[in-house]
């Protein structure tokens, strides 16, 4: 068994100065194994932002103990460790720094103070990777969403982290952006080089992981695979998530209508049900 | 009083080789819920800032309410088309800057000529309105969670009671059950107080159920203005204007086509608003069964299933 990525051991925390003194997170214990792709939902307010931001020092935990890799979280650490993290933020405007695709990914590579062999190499790997090198020579504010976030993304990917934190980075896209993130998010997972944590609420998005960690009042409620979480109403309920369109039609059909068909989760299902239904009408 | 767009372009710098807007036309009818849908980069943010002229036509005219917005001419009484026309932005929790929740809500009522008191009262109805509770007043608007300073933001232009609500893809950072509850707040507030309210969004399935009209932007035009239905039977075009066809449209397609009874006979005759909600599509899906005309030669075939 591999040790975890993350760990984390009795972790609380509360915003300094806050006037009531409920924590925001309370006694959270988990860990996170490498390669793992992980969602973390939960309503808006439940912790998640908190959480993550735990993971890379953004804040530091009032008390309980963080290891990144076995090594625990101490300030003089931090720096190092953060250079394992990359954090992908909802709106990718708040990443961007260069006046340039290139410049915004060779920034983050100066400060790895890595040769200029590398950098190059590094550039022009992820760009090509994340399909973006008729983009480089462009101003930020030129790209559409999707771009925007792509590029964010290969800024992020050329420091080669070993985590990466997906913080709502498909909520601000079109659905023809959100799908091509996903499917990034699916590659690098196939790849087995990064442990994901993406924060969501979207139902595709938390499909396609392997574990979903659900948040509510500071404390972990759920801790199960996907399949299992969208089928535990209290869990959904205390998210804010919602049952798929598939899954709400399906039991307006059987409630209301009387049409006998199972419950789908997907489209292709539920068509094949109601047309083996309607050959027998 | 309704807003009528006449043939309104507008280029950013003035090159009239690259518009943003593109001679749309268009007319939006007192206390109607308007969708305007598009995918990023379509014109719908541009567009949208017409409405209380922060940008004006650089060509065409744009009425709105009782002020006729016109390229190069200053607007008068600009103060008060922005106190009856309340614009969120993408990111409303940019809109804040003061040090409690009140003072931001209180800022707007304000600067319109509330006293202190009124706009407390305001700030206070706005939060209940928006399903916060009054105990935010006191902290920091940069102490809340994401949703929350969405929320609030929102609350602060719901404060200054606005005749036309314009919001920015407002729910993209809520989560999914209060962005149901919110869209149901706005339908409630465009219901019971007759104001008219505009939500650009590339969510077309989070409008349809509340849109009483739609617009399709597409590079800068207007490429479809009709009913949620009028789009239905349009469906096929949206993947050309870059937009992904909604799950409740295919379903029922499908249904369509397997029954081969068209939809269209059955909802018009009742004139209801279709809303392609859960239970409307499940309604439909019983109406096509029960009413179609089965030939005997042999049913439908369902597809990959051997068996």
Redesign the interface.
């Known amino acids: 068994m591999n040790n975890p990525m993350i760990l984390m051991e009795g972790v609380h925390f509360s915003y300094r100065g806050a006037d009531n003194n409920t924590p925001i997170l309370h006694d959270i214990s988990l860990s996170i194994h490498p390669g793992e792709w992980v969602s973390i939902i939960g309503a808006n307010g439940s912790g998640k932002s908190t959480l993550v931001k735990l993971f890379n020092g953004l804040l530091r935990a009032t008390q309980g103990q963080i290891s990144i890799e076995d090594t625990p979280l101490t300030n003089e650490n931090l720096y190092d460790i953060r250079q394992q993290i990359g954090y992908v933020f909802q709106n990718p405007e708040n990443q961007f720094i260069g006046t340039t695709v290139m410049e915004d990914m060779v920034f983050g590579l100066e400060n790895l103070s890595l040769d200029h062999a590398e950098m190059e190499r590094r550039v022009n790997h992820y760009a090509a990777k994340l399909n973006i090198v008729s983009l480089l020579s462009k101003h930020p504010g030129e790209l559409s969403g999707g771009q925007k976030q792509r590029a964010a993304l290969a800024a992020i990917l050329a420091m080669e982290p070993r985590i990466v934190i997906f913080d709502e980075a498909t909520s601000m896209l079109d659905e023809q952006s959100r799908q091509e993130v996903i499917r990034i998010i699916r590659d690098m997972h196939q790849s087995g080089s990064y442990t994901i944590i993406s924060i969501t609420h979207d139902a595709d998005e938390i499909e396609a992981s392997d574990r979903v960690l659900a948040l509510a009042d500071g404390q972990i409620i759920a801790d199960a695979p996907p399949s299992s979480i969208t089928r535990q109403p209290d869990v959904m309920g205390r998210c804010n998530l919602i049952p798929s369109f598939y899954i709400r039609l399906t039991q307006q059909l059987n409630i209301s209508y009387d049409v006998p068909v199972h419950h789908h989760a997907d489209e292709h299902g539920l068509l094949e049900e109601l047309c083996q239904l309607y050959s027998m009408k | 009083m309704p807003i009528v767009f006449n043939e309104v372009s507008h280029a950013y710098g003035g090159n009239p080789e690259q518009l943003a807007l593109d001679h749309v036309h268009f007319h939006i009818q007192d206390g109607q819920f308007v969708g305007i849908i598009g ?3 379509s014109g719908k943010s541009t567009l949208l800032q017409h409405f209380n002229a922060i940008l004006r036509p650089t060509d065409g005219k744009a009425q709105v309410l009782d002020f006729l917005i016109l390229p190069g001419e200053k607007i008068h009484e600009v103060k008060r088309l922005r106190q009856r026309v309340g614009l969120v932005f993408q ?1 409303p929790e940019q809109q804040l800057f003061a040090d409690t929740v009140e003072h931001d809500l209180c800022y707007g009522p304000m600067n319109f000529g509330a006293t202190e008191a009124e706009a407390k009262l305001l700030a206070i109805a706005a939060l209940e309105q928006i399903g916060l509770s009054p105990d935010l007043l ?2 920091s608007p940069f ?6 300073m969405r929320k609030v933001a929102i609350a602060s232009v719901l404060a200054m009671n606005p005749d036309v609500l314009v919001l920015d ?1 407002p729910t ?7 962005r ?1 509850e919110f869209m149901t707040l706005l339908h409630t507030l465009c219901r019971t107080q007759n104001k008219t309210v505009i939500v650009v969004t ?2 077309l ?1 989070e409008v349809l159920p509340f849109t009483d009209q739609l617009l399709v932007m597409h590079e800068g035009k207007l490429v479809f203005e009709g009913s949620n239905m009028a789009l239905y039977e349009h469906a096929e075009k949206l993947p050309t204007w ?3 066809i909604p ?2 449209f ?2 029922l397609q ?2 369509e086509q ?2 081969n009874n068209p939809l269209a006979n059955h909802v018009r005759q009742d004139g209801t608003r279709a809303t392609f909600t ?2 409307w ?3 439909q ?2 109406l096509l ?1 029960q009413t ?1 005309q ?1 030939d005997d030669s042999g ?2 075939p ?2 990959n ?1 051997s068996s």
Do not use: Y
């Open positions: 995918p990023t980069g990111f006191s902290r102490q809340l969670s994401g949703g929350q893809e993209a950072t809520l989560d999914p059950r209060s149901e590339h969510r399935d870059r937009m992904a799950k409740p295919r379903i499908a249904c397997m029954t859960p239970s599509v499940a309604e899906i019983h069964f179609s089965r049913g439908v369902c597809s299933d």
